[in-house]
Structures are given as C-alpha cells and as structure tokens.
C-alpha cells in the first residue's frame, strides 16, 4: 500500500524548523510520505536531514503586490501539480489564501489550514488596509471553500473572525492551542540571582509591542531607590525585512546606546535563554498563541502580555502572569514593577506556568491532534 503523501506549503523554512517540524517528524514516524514548498533561507539541509522531500519556491512575505502573489500561486500550485499529495497542510496567511485556491484547482484530496494570526493586514487602519481586508475577506471564501478540509485556528477570536469572513461551518474549523512547547527541553528552574532580567523574546516589529517595551523599561529605571538592584530589560530576536512592521537597526542602537535594553540577538537555545529571566513581557497587538509565552510557561517564568487575541489565551490571568491593555506603557510599567517587587509571586506564577504547560501545551499532544485531522480527513477522501 502506498505510502500516504503530506505536503507542507510554509511561507519561509525558519517558521517551519521552529513551529512545525515535530508534526513533519510524526508524520514521517508514522508512515507518510512528506514534502515541503517553502522560501528557502538557510534551511535546506536540516529539512532534507529529517527526511523531507524538498520543493523550493518564492513567497514574498512584505510584497502585497498582485506580481509577487501571481507568481507565488503559480509556484504552489505547480508543485501540487507535479507531487499530488493526498493532503496538503498550509501554513501562516500566504500559503492558506493563495494555496487554498491553487488545492481546489490541483484537485488535493484534503486539505489543512493553519491559521496563526491574522496579520499585519488585521492591526492596519487608514483605506489602504480597508480594501485589502475586503479583498482577503473574498479571498478566505475561494480558499477556505475545499469540500474535505480542516481549518485550524489557536484562539476562539480568530476561529470567529474568520469563520464570519469566509462563512465556515462550525464543523469546517478546529482550535489546537498553538504549535506545542517540549517539555523535556523547556525544564523549570529557580529564578535567577543578581539584577532581575525583564526579558521580551519575538521578533523585532511595531506590532510586538516594543516600543511599549522600551518606554516601560525607560520608567522603571528612572523609579529604581539607589539601594536596589536595577532591572536588565533584554531584547532577544532580530528584525525582520520582510515584514512591514519591522524595527530600524538604527533605532535598536540608540536604544542600546542609551542603556535602556541590552541587545542580545536571535537566539536558537531558548530554554537557557528564559532560565536568565525573571520576568518575560510580550506587549503584542495580537497573536496566534505566542510560542515564547508557552515556553515561558514550560520554563516556570511569569509572564506580562497584553490584554489581546492569543496573548490573553496563552496565560491563566492572575495566575501565571498578568494582563495590561494594548499600547499601554504606563499599564506596562506598573505590572512589571508589581512583579519585580515580589520575588515569591514571581516564583509562584511560574509554578502555576508550568502546570498549565503541561496540562495545555505539551508538544506531544498538539503533534498527535495534527495527526488526528490528518487520518480524518484522508479517511473522508477514500469514501467513494
């Protein structure tokens, strides 16, 4: 019998190594064939290592242009064309608008569609960004419309939002609450010695709430008694080019040079990264679920983030970590003053993270719920 064939359409390789290889790993433990269309960075190697069969092509992630998406439809839906998967599971918006359409018209068996975040798109005003969402808005209806698919979202917001856009069926959609955090490599440990570290770990945009960030940290520091030891407040990531909302570098040094944030760049070992963390703040606009407060949870942290889609849903308030409103510095401040002043409700917090990483967030568990939709919905395409 052969051999069930999975393809993976991801905006870029980096996204896919950090979010959802462990689903790849699975399915490939389990029998599938998988392959994966992707913008290549440096990933290649380390995705042909884990034995996937890959398929290079060219998503343009800060184009909103109709040339670059031409050419990246025309891309996916050659490969469906050329690999006739069984089932093909998009991934971030690109691949799920543009590769939902080119699925229909490859006639893929199945289809998934992972919705993380709405996106930049969603958090823009002005007329510009209103036209494009009345044109994503017909765009969700041709590709959320397969007759045998799966749409999966990470909090309840955006399974309504979009299940009022594309008018999905309450049947059509399932919430996995985000792509899992490995509890063996994310271990708790005792919050660290010396200047509390306030640490946000993201990438380096507007809409992460970095700005907030920087204003709160310039407060606090003004407010610390010369007796006390004074607050580290640390930038973990880099920018990003190809987002709209990136940071300037320029700005991430004058900040630096102020001695306002330590700069300590993209970092690939997260776990000893939060262990030197007393605090993690994510001051986004909005989320999918963010994976650095899952890991922060995993890694027995408390956590300060904003009162928003996926943010609020990655936290049990008042319990593993506290909720401020969107945009809101001063709020900001005040949560992480009220937990630098009390070291044992920080240590209880994340105690109370760990519990719910475990009870919510295992990787092992979201890895066997993507495989579950799988197996259904190849089951549904081989009734006649």
């Known amino acids: 019998m052969a051999k069930p064939r999975l393809l993976f359409v991801v905006n870029v390789d980096w996204f896919f190594l950090s979010h959802r290889l462990?689903?790849?790993?699975?399915?490939?433990?389990?029998?599938?064939?998988?392959?994966?269309?992707?913008?290549?960075?440096?990933?290649?190697?380390?995705?042909?290592?884990?034995?996937?069969?890959?398929?290079?092509?060219?998503?343009?992630?800060?184009?909103?242009?109709?040339?670059?998406?031409?050419?990246?439809?025309?891309?996916?839906?050659?490969?469906?064309?050329?690999?006739?998967?069984?089932?093909?599971?998009?991934?971030?918006?690109q691949p799920v608008l543009l590769g939902g359409i080119a699925a229909r018209l490859a006639r893929v068996p199945a289809m998934v569609a992972a919705i993380s975040g709405l996106g930049f798109v969603f958090l823009a005003r002005g007329w510009r960004a209103a036209a494009r969402r009345v044109a994503i808005r017909l765009l969700y209806r041709l590709a959320l419309g397969h007759p045998n698919s799966k749409v999966i979202f990470q909090n309840e917001n955006d399974r309504q939002t979009v299940s009022q856009l594309a008018g999905l069926?309450?049947?059509?959609?399932?919430?996995?609450?985000?792509?899992?955090?490995?509890?063996?490599?994310?271990?708790?440990?005792p919050l660290p010695e010396g200047p509390p570290v306030v640490m946000l770990a993201a990438r380096l945009l507007s809409d992460k709430g970095v700005r907030e960030f920087v204003d709160a940290a310039r407060a606090l520091r003004r407010q610390v008694p010369t007796d006390q030891l004074a607050p580290r407040f640390v930038l973990v990531g880099d920018t990003d080019a190809d987002n709209p909302a990136s940071l300037a570098r320029a700005e991430l040094e004058r900040w630096q040079a102020e001695g306002v944030v330590e700069l300590w760049g993209q970092r690939d070992d997260m776990p000893a990264v939060l262990a030197q963390a007393t605090v993690v703040?994510?001051?986004?606009?909005?989320?999918?679920?963010?994976?650095?407060?899952?890991?922060?949870?995993?890694?027995?942290?408390?956590?300060?983030?904003?009162?928003?889609?996926?943010?609020?849903?990655?936290?049990?308030?008042?319990?593993?970590?506290?909720?401020?409103?969107?945009?809101?510095a001063a709020a900001l401040a005040e949560a992480i003053h009220t937990l630098l002043r009390d070291r044992d409700r920080c240590a209880r917090m994340g105690a109370a993270g760990r519990v719910l990483a475990e009870q919510a967030f295992d990787v092992n568990r979201v890895v066997a719920q993507h495989l579950a939709v799988y197996r259904g919905l190849l089951h549904e395409a081989q009734q006649p």
Do not use: W
């Open 169 to 189: 069926a309450d049947v059509s959609s399932v919430l996995i609450r985000g792509s899992g955090v490995s509890l063996d490599a994310f271990q708790p440990s």
């Open 22 to 93: 462990p689903i790849a790993r699975q399915a490939l433990a389990q029998g599938y064939e998988v392959h994966i269309a992707t913008t290549l960075t440096h990933g290649h190697d380390e995705l042909v290592a884990q034995g996937l069969v890959v398929h290079p092509i060219q998503l343009q992630r800060g184009s909103s242009g109709l040339g670059s998406a031409v050419r990246a439809f025309r891309d996916m839906l050659a490969v469906m064309r050329r690999t006739r998967p069984d089932i093909v599971h998009l991934v971030t918006i």
């Open 281 to 328: 703040v994510l001051p986004s606009y909005r989320e999918g679920l963010p994976k650095v407060l899952i890991e922060a949870a995993a890694a027995g942290r408390p956590v300060v983030t904003t009162d928003v889609p996926g943010c609020r849903d990655a936290i049990t308030p008042g319990v593993t970590g506290l909720l401020v409103p969107s945009k809101n």
